[in-house]
């Protein structure tokens, strides 16, 4: 079991740039996948970001590729995800998300979950 703590949210303008953090412990954040995942009030939570274990291979939702960069940072055992060119859609709780299981992009595959932090985008 992994514990995931989230940090980094707040409120920005359009335009603007958030980096969250996902702190881990219990396991190496090297030995699973990290996804990232958000909820918009009244929305199903989806699919934002994925960084693979072992090779690192990375994956991203269509509506943020080329704006967010996730990453993980061994050494501190914490995972990130870099929004940048930031959009009021982007408003939701962004979650992080562990798990050792080889899909990456529905929830219910990630057996682990951080608490969420909020992100607000103003127009």
């Known amino acids: 079991q992994v514990q995931l703590v989230e940090s980094g949210g707040g409120l920005v303008q359009a335009g603007g740039s958030l980096k969250l953090s996902c702190a881990a412990s219990?396991?190496?954040?090297?030995?699973?996948?990290m996804g990232w995942f958000r909820q918009a009030s009244g929305k199903e939570r989806e699919f934002v970001a994925a960084?693979?274990?072992?090779?690192?291979?990375?994956y991203y939702e269509d509506s943020v590729k080329g704006r967010f960069t996730i990453s993980r940072d061994n050494a501190k055992n914490t995972g990130y995800l870099q929004m940048n060119s930031l959009k009021p859609e982007d408003t939701a709780i962004y979650y992080c998300?562990?798990?050792?299981?080889?899909?990456?992009?529905?929830?219910?595959?990630?057996?682990?979950w951080g608490q969420g932090t909020q992100v607000t985008v103003s127009s």
């Open positions: 998300a562990a798990t050792r299981g080889i899909t990456w992009l529905y929830p219910d595959k990630y057996p682990d």
């Open positions: 960084i693979t274990w072992g090779s690192g291979n990375t």
């Open positions: 219990g396991r190496p954040c090297s030995t699973y996948t």
